[in-house]
């Protein structure tokens, strides 16, 4: 029997991937066996709670509250109406057996609830609405439908801003993000080692949306440890090492999936070690908090309070203390605007500069590794956030980009220079009924507090408790005190575009030659009435 190292979770071992074959590991999620004596804070009897129908993505297949919930819902007097969907991971049927009434016709709520941004047509006036809104940092792209609840007179909240008094969210489909976000990486990682010349186990786990279970993706990972765990990886690969930035529910989740292959796990100090010297029967974990990578510009230390007030006084060493010993990245740290960059653009030229291995075992038919760093798996999903190269979100359709950090560019390829980057927005989605089950447990325990809402009513009449209260982005035509900011970033937004667009005004270009080639040149760069074309001539 080959033993693997483990590590204390929880108050229990967690071993790795063969004690798992001894000792059967349950895994249920979204289970609550307390869920049959759950009883609602208030009163609901009379309201109406409608669940909309999801058309931001074809993908999209999740909903805010499972067909349990609703029951519960509807047992306690709460009238519930369901769009009809085809699309939705749990039939209408469902939900139909649950007590809830399915209807196209959804005004007639008190509180719509949804998962992903509605679009703008959609809106109807003076009800509240819950979904991701994804304005709370006045993204550009959705500054469109913030203008749009403000007109409707929307009262809108955000499960992003459901905080607990210790400011940690209370309500996030987190955990499966972290789940369905390395099964993928996994899954990239196969396909970019075959792609440089290496067959490895990694190539049998499939994306996160071909399993039917997170279960079934988990037999597909620790399949493959087993056959990591018996020498199958090629010796000139060297150790592989995953880096696993902050410590909450996007990283737990990934790092449940991890743990199915033979693991150990080192300190950030001790990375740098098993990069060199590590062995290839397993794989290496790191797990990096804030303390890690952040120090203050002039004290060059860390403090955590210090850094709640002051995240712009802190730098991030990351690319230099941890990144270069890391095969693959595993972004799951939340990033606001004033915060440090994980890795920028220059960082990533420096991170994947040739390595030099001339310990590892190498030949023309198994050669070694162009750089260490082989992934990033950015679960965040926040273009141009903490990892600064990430410029667009990747999709399910296309889950994967090559990043070339010498030309600054992406490619759809596995093939060729650069680190391998996926960053998909809505990766729980690939698990929809896990990922609605574990999300609606979370969130049924305030619907009562959030039924309450009238749109129509004052803001400050309202009772809400403190989480509901500071979730609410707008109400009554305007921006709530809370989230008062996104107008002043969105007015900075406004003046660094219109100073980007005027970078463009009065462009001097310098044209070396007047032969035939530079004649059609000049006269298509002379269309542009800002540029000036100056020929020279040898």
């Given at each position: 029997m080959i033993r693997v190292t483990g590590i204390r979770r929880n108050g229990f071992r967690h071993l790795g991937l063969f004690v798992g074959y001894l000792i059967p590991k349950s895994f249920s999620p979204g289970i609550n066996l307390t869920r049959s004596y759950f009883r609602f804070s208030k009163d609901i009897r009379g309201k109406t709670l409608a669940i909309r129908r999801e058309e931001q993505s074809v993908w999209e297949r999740r909903a805010p509250l499972a067909p349990q919930d609703v029951k519960r819902l509807v047992r306690a007097g709460c009238r519930v109406l369901v769009q009809p969907s085809n699309r939705r991971a749990y039939p209408m049927q469902s939900y139909a057996n649950s007590g809830a009434t399915i209807i196209e016709d959804i005004s007639d709520a008190d509180v719509i609830f949804g998962v992903k941004q509605v679009p703008i047509d959609s809106l109807i006036h003076n009800k509240t609405y819950c979904f991701f809104s994804h304005t709370i940092k006045a993204q550009d792209a959705n500054m469109p439908l913030l203008d749009a609840i403000l007109e409707k007179n929307i009262?809108?909240?955000?499960?992003?801003?459901?905080?607990?008094?210790?400011?940690?969210?209370?309500?996030?489909?987190?955990?499966?993000?972290?789940?369905?976000?390395?099964?993928?990486?996994?899954?990239?990682?196969?396909?970019?080692?075959?792609?440089?010349?290496?067959?490895?186990?990694?190539?049998?786990?499939?994306?996160?949306?071909?399993?039917?279970?997170s279960g079934m993706a988990r037999q597909a990972i620790r399949d493959a440890g087993y056959e990591i765990a018996l020498g199958m990886m090629p010796g000139s690969i060297g150790p592989l090492t995953f880096v696993f930035t902050g410590s909450g529910n996007v990283s737990q989740g990934a790092q449940e999936v991890f743990q199915e292959l033979p693991f150990e796990y080192v300190s950030p100090d001790m990375l740098h070690r098993v990069a060199q010297h590590g062995v290839t029967n397993k794989v290496y974990a790191c797990e990096v908090s804030r303390h890690d990578h952040l120090i203050h510009k002039q004290t060059g230390k860390y403090n955590a309070a210090d850094y709640e007030k002051n995240p712009s006084n802190y730098i991030s060493i990351f690319a230099k203390k941890i990144a270069p010993f890391a095969s693959v990245v595993i972004n799951g740290i939340y990033w606001a605007v004033n915060s440090p960059k994980l890795l920028t653009i220059p960082d990533a030229k420096y991170l994947l500069q040739p390595a030099s291995t001339p310990w590892l075992p190498a030949t023309v038919g198994s050669p070694t590794l162009p750089h260490r760093m082989l992934a990033i798996c950015d679960i965040s999903a926040d273009p141009g956030g903490s990892i600064e190269f990430m410029n667009e979100c990747t999709t399910i359709d296309h889950p994967f980009c090559l990043y070339d950090a010498e030309q600054n560019k992406e490619r759809s390829s596995f093939k060729g220079p650069g680190v391998l980057v996926c960053s998909i927005d809505n990766m729980p989605t690939q698990l929809p009924r896990e990922s609605t089950d574990f999300f609606g447990e979370l969130l049924l325990p305030f619907v009562p507090d959030i039924l309450q809402s009238d749109a129509l009513k004052p803001f400050d009449d309202h009772q809400f408790s403190s989480c509901i209260k500071g979730a609410f982005i707008t109400s009554n035509g305007k921006l709530t005190p809370n989230f008062e900011y996104i107008t002043e970033l969105r007015n900075n937004n406004k003046a660094r575009h219109?100073?980007?667009?005027?970078?463009?005004?009065?462009?001097?270009?310098?044209?070396?030659?007047?032969?035939?080639?530079s004649a059609p040149l000049v006269e298509y760069l002379n269309r542009e009435s800002n540029v000036t074309v100056t020929v020279g001539m040898f």
């Amino acid at each position: 029997m080959i033993r693997v190292t483990g590590i204390r979770r929880n108050g229990f071992r967690h071993l790795g991937l063969f004690v798992g074959y001894l000792i059967p590991k349950s895994f249920s999620p979204g289970i609550n066996l307390t869920r049959s004596y759950f009883r609602f804070s208030k009163d609901i009897r009379g309201k109406t709670l409608a669940i909309r129908r999801e058309e931001q993505s074809v993908w999209e297949r999740r909903a805010p509250l499972a067909p349990q919930d609703v029951k519960r819902l509807v047992r306690a007097g709460c009238r519930v109406l369901v769009q009809p969907s085809n699309r939705r991971a749990y039939p209408m049927q469902s939900y139909a057996n649950s007590g809830a009434t399915i209807i196209e016709d959804i005004s007639d709520a008190d509180v719509i609830f949804g998962v992903k941004q509605v679009p703008i047509d959609s809106l109807i006036h003076n009800k509240t609405y819950c979904f991701f809104s994804h304005t709370i940092k006045a993204q550009d792209a959705n500054m469109p439908l913030l203008d749009a609840i403000l007109e409707k007179n929307i009262r809108l909240l955000d499960y992003e801003r459901m905080c607990d008094d210790a400011g940690q969210r209370v309500v996030a489909f987190g955990k499966y993000a972290g789940v369905a976000g390395m099964v993928n990486i996994l899954h990239g990682l196969g396909l970019r080692l075959l792609a440089l010349g290496h067959h490895t186990p990694f190539m049998h786990i499939g994306p996160a949306h071909n399993y039917r279970s997170s279960g079934m993706a988990r037999q597909a990972i620790r399949d493959a440890g087993y056959e990591i765990a018996l020498g199958m990886m090629p010796g000139s690969i060297g150790p592989l090492t995953f880096v696993f930035t902050g410590s909450g529910n996007v990283s737990q989740g990934a790092q449940e999936v991890f743990q199915e292959l033979p693991f150990e796990y080192v300190s950030p100090d001790m990375l740098h070690r098993v990069a060199q010297h590590g062995v290839t029967n397993k794989v290496y974990a790191c797990e990096v908090s804030r303390h890690d990578h952040l120090i203050h510009k002039q004290t060059g230390k860390y403090n955590a309070a210090d850094y709640e007030k002051n995240p712009s006084n802190y730098i991030s060493i990351f690319a230099k203390k941890i990144a270069p010993f890391a095969s693959v990245v595993i972004n799951g740290i939340y990033w606001a605007v004033n915060s440090p960059k994980l890795l920028t653009i220059p960082d990533a030229k420096y991170l994947l500069q040739p390595a030099s291995t001339p310990w590892l075992p190498a030949t023309v038919g198994s050669p070694t590794l162009p750089h260490r760093m082989l992934a990033i798996c950015d679960i965040s999903a926040d273009p141009g956030g903490s990892i600064e190269f990430m410029n667009e979100c990747t999709t399910i359709d296309h889950p994967f980009c090559l990043y070339d950090a010498e030309q600054n560019k992406e490619r759809s390829s596995f093939k060729g220079p650069g680190v391998l980057v996926c960053s998909i927005d809505n990766m729980p989605t690939q698990l929809p009924r896990e990922s609605t089950d574990f999300f609606g447990e979370l969130l049924l325990p305030f619907v009562p507090d959030i039924l309450q809402s009238d749109a129509l009513k004052p803001f400050d009449d309202h009772q809400f408790s403190s989480c509901i209260k500071g979730a609410f982005i707008t109400s009554n035509g305007k921006l709530t005190p809370n989230f008062e900011y996104i107008t002043e970033l969105r007015n900075n937004n406004k003046a660094r575009h219109k100073v980007t667009g005027n970078d463009a005004v009065g462009k001097n270009i310098l044209v070396l030659g007047a032969g035939y080639v530079s004649a059609p040149l000049v006269e298509y760069l002379n269309r542009e009435s800002n540029v000036t074309v100056t020929v020279g001539m040898f």
